[in-house]
């Protein structure tokens, strides 16, 4: 799956890829849109248009909503459930550390027959 996330934010005839780029003034007007919820928004999905959140069907809503929350995380990918915990090793690094542990295994048991 490819998802290309792309914005631009248009004002007063100028358009903006972000709003890092906005000019401080814009940019605070902006934001004060932001939070008033008196920001026009547009989504297009493979080519289709949607004039807002709630005209997308609903497996591309929860789609645009998980894109939106790794963007907001800073790119950082959170498990949707709520599950935090992954395992201790994974199972390449518990391979490597039973190889390991029979290799040591090995050396003693070699030391003791031998002497």
């Given at each position: 799956?490819?998802?290309?996330l792309k914005?631009?934010?248009?004002y007063?005839?100028?358009?903006?890829?972000?709003?890092?780029?906005?000019?401080?003034d814009?940019?605070t007007?902006?934001?004060?849109?932001?939070?008033?919820?008196?920001?026009?928004?547009?989504?297009?999905?493979?080519?289709q248009?949607?004039?807002?959140?709630d005209?997308?069907?609903a497996?591309?809503?929860?789609?645009?909503?998980?894109?939106?929350?790794?963007?907001?995380?800073?790119?950082?990918?959170?498990?949707?459930?709520?599950?935090?915990?992954?395992?201790?090793?994974?199972?390449?690094e518990?391979?490597?550390?039973?190889?390991?542990?029979?290799?040591?295994?090995?050396?003693?048991?070699?030391?003791?027959?031998?002497?």
């Open positions: 799956m490819s998802i290309a914005s631009k934010i248009r007063n005839g100028q358009e903006y890829s972000s709003p890092a780029e906005l000019p401080p814009i940019r007007a902006y934001e004060k849109a932001l939070h008033e919820g008196d920001v026009k928004k547009r989504f297009v999905v493979n080519g248009s949607f004039n807002s959140e005209a997308l069907p497996d591309l809503r929860k789609l645009c909503d998980d894109v939106l929350s790794v963007i907001e995380n800073n790119g950082e990918v959170t498990i949707p459930n709520g599950e935090t915990r992954s395992p201790l090793l994974t199972k390449r518990l391979g490597v550390a039973i190889a390991v542990g029979v290799g040591i295994a090995a050396l003693v048991l070699t030391r003791i027959f031998h002497g």
